[in-house]
């Protein structure tokens, strides 16, 4: 708490100054400088922000590096109703207005350069570099953004090829925990109608998280990007933008500290861990190899004043291969590998109409599709797997743990008083004991794989169309209609069993079946289905009041929708039905005080049908989306900043979130979540930040940019931290989630705020300049989750923030 007061004293104290600044002198109000007007591209055309009636919010790059928000999970603190937790390079969690997308398609649409990059989601994680702004467009817009735009999207729009002329810039960073970042580019404007422009990036850091097992320190990351952009612009009409872009990671893995197995003799977050790997994991180290490939063309063609038409092509290749340790214990008891790979291929043709009159429009048609093949692997010590399954054994022998020991002593197994610890487990098998009255030894390498791929055609016709009834007002309607094919196939394979139940047709020591994880209906058995899906339409209505030149006001009502999706049980696939969220909203952007200040703010209110979970099964060892029901989400969104002086600039945001589940479903069945909150989804946020600067004649000027972060307390799963039992009633009975000890699972995080500092110097000739950065300069403790894939066994494991960390750079312009 007294962290927080501090944080918000500091900032407080920053911002009151530079207004005593204002007042104290009559001339520095009185100026040439505003606003910058900003122009976006999100209704599929060129438009400056107060023109388009939907709630946006833009960052560019300058503000980027202003704010140290060089990846997503730090920029999404500085846009409203925005959540974004990058646990992994692999597995990122989009939170728009509460609602999260982070397996299959997504509901948070995510694009490059116009192009959906959200499926697969091991590719939606890109670095930030070179970018000419980011547009994060909130509430249902299936018109203006197919591909999972049920609650918004987020464009990440980077730099083109220009023909203006020669320039480039180069940025060189270092700071705590060894880290190193470079990044760069150059434009070539090779003649009147060709240019290139080529970036790239270089990003190094080693783990904060100390590990004491056999890999390296966790959260550790080298990325290598490299982006190219071409422009080709031969006549007046046309226009070409090639972009060809390559990304190269390799991480050090994902914290997951354990809740319960002591580190240093505590269980402690913020700590050490024990996370190792071994060799069925294929990795030499926890972590995650990614290569993306991406190559877009945009062409643009004027057939006359009034129609033009756009193409836009892409294909990208992805591979990812990851290893973790979900149970945080420094042996092999839930030690998972990953391998992915995917193809995806689009293309989209779409006419323009604008005459300049009362009527604009735009139409047109895209076909997505996507290849995706994985390769699952489940390794583990077949005693230490015991001990976590020992009540279920013993339970199925029809005793307690605690009898269980007695049976086995009696029986004369060694260290029988060994069964379900974890500390020194007992090393022969127990059921072969208690139901073979047989000593059969566990083996240490058990060895699962399961094999699947998933393919999505997707075909979709769209229309847009907006009306001025007058100077102030219009109207705007919008459909899209989608259809898809799709299909998915597994098969399992048990590669490494018990040596010494050979002569029963290689089984576990455990549970004495075939696989300990993997459903023995798919092991070496091939399931697979394939479902056309019935066609859908989503839509959007606006209607904007245009008060005066600097307001503008509008209502909207839309639809979106998340396509159904085949879950797998066993051999058996199940058609999830289609998501759909039905939201309203009204808003008001304004440009005020002769545009010195300028605010964006909304209320909205929607209504989700058939809302789609996703959960690892731990019987299967799957990961398998079903229908949780309804939910209900409304809210208020504010984002503003204002020009105090000519030396002070002030950027504030705020965000009152409310999503839960409904206590029933259509027909007035109780619904497990009843009540529930979304995860990830705090009910207020809020971020701070004051551009601050100080002229230092003909030298230069410096730079002050402080900025705090809050957010209010959050659940980390959609359970809510309980588990759930039938209450024999048609309804549910919560019970805590707790570890094998006993202990109830805190899987939730309290309010907290985090404060960043970053101070620079600009040189007069802006051709150069250095800056120093403290990030959570108060080294605030907060997680950004508890549960993950150890959490369906009563594992749960813990992922921190980061920490306090301090960088330096220094840039240069030519």
Sequence with gaps: ?????????????????????????????????????????????????????????????????????????????????L??????????????????????????????????????????????????????????????????????????????????????????????????????????????????????????????????????????????????????????????????????????????????????????????????????????????DRELFYITSNIEYDIN?????????????????????????????LQFYQAQKANTFSQELRVNYDAGGKLTAFFGGNYFTIDNKAELRFSTDEAYAQSLFAPTLAGAAGLTVTEAQGYLALLGVPDAQNFGSFDTPLQYSALAALLMNQLVPLYGEHLEQSLSTDSRDTYDLFGDVTYAVSDRLKLTAGLRYTKEDISASTIGHALKTNPYLLGFGGLNGVTMQSTLLLSADTLDQLASASESTDG???????????????????VAYGRGRRPEVLSASGANYSLIDAETLDNVEAGIFGRFFDDRLQMTSSVYYGQYKDFQTTRF??????????????????????????????YVRLLATYAFTHSEYDKKDDNGNPLQFAGNKFRLSPEQSFSLAADITVPMGEHGEISIIPSYIWKSKHY???????????????????????????????????????????????????????????????????LIDVGNTGGAFGLHTIIRGKPQMVKAGVYVKF
């Design 1 to 81: 708490m007294n962290r927080h007061l501090r944080s918000a004293t500091a900032i407080a104290a920053l911002s009151l100054s530079s207004q005593f600044v204002a007042f104290a002198d009559p001339d520095a109000v009185e100026t040439d400088r505003r606003l910058e007007t900003v122009t976006v591209t999100t209704q599929k055309q060129e438009q400056t922000l107060i023109d388009v009636p939907i709630n946006v919010s833009v960052t560019n790059q300058d503000l980027i590096d202003k704010l140290a928000a060089d990846d997503i999970e730090d920029l999404g603190n500085f846009v409203p109703g």
């Design 83 to 288: 959540q974004v937790q990058a646990q992994s390079l692999n597995a990122p969690s989009y939170s728009l207005r509460g609602v999260v997308s982070d397996s299959g398609i997504p509901r948070v649409a995510l694009f490059q350069n116009g192009v959906a990059v959200g499926n697969p989601g091991y590719g939606a994680n890109l670095a930030i570099f070179d970018m000419e702004r980011v547009e994060v467009v909130k509430g249902p817009q299936a018109t203006l953004f197919g591909q999972g735009a049920l609650v918004g999207g987020i464009n990440f729009i980077q730099n083109r090829a220009s023909l203006e002329g020669n320039s480039g810039a180069a940025t060189l960073e270092a700071g705590d925990y060894s880290s190193v970042r470079a990044e760069g580019h150059y434009n070539w404007a090779i003649n009147d109608t060709l240019a290139l422009r080529v970036a790239g990036q270089l990003k190094q850091m080693d783990g904060y998280v100390p590990n004491t097992a056999n890999s390296p320190d966790l959260m550790g990351q080298d990325t290598t990007a490299v982006r190219t952009a071409l422009r080709w612009a031969p006549t007046d009409q046309l226009t070409a933008d090639i972009f060809v872009n390559y990304q190269e990671d390799d991480s050090t893995g994902t914290q997951f500290t354990s809740g319960f197995f002591p580190v240093n003799g505590k269980v402690d977050p913020f700590g050490a861990t024990a996370m190792n790997i071994n060799p069925d994991q294929v990795r030499s180290k926890l972590g995650n």
């Design 716 to 782: 980390f799963e959609d359970d809510n931290g309980f588990d759930y039992a039938a209450d024999g009633n048609g309804g549910f009975i919560r019970i805590p989630e707790m570890y094998p000890d006993g202990t109830v699972v805190e899987e939730s995080q309290d309010a907290y705020g985090v404060a960043n500092l970053r101070v620079g110097f600009d040189a007069a000739s802006q051709r150069w300049g250095a800056y120093v950065l403290g990030e959570n300069i108060f080294d605030e403790e907060y």
């Design 305 to 333: 004043d009034a129609w033009s038409l756009t193409s836009l092509t892409d294909y990208r290749n992805l591979f990812s291969k990851e290893a973790w340790d979900s149970d945080g214990a420094a042996f092999n008891l």
């Design 617 to 646: 099964d731990p019987i299967n060892g799957v990961f398998i989306t079903e229908n949780s029901g309804n939910a209900t989400q409304y809210g208020l969104e504010f984002d503003g900043q204002a020009l105090v002086n000519d």
């Design 536 to 554: 859908a339409f989503t839509w959007r209505l606006n209607a904007a009041y245009r008060v005066s030149d600097n307001i503008n006001t509008w």
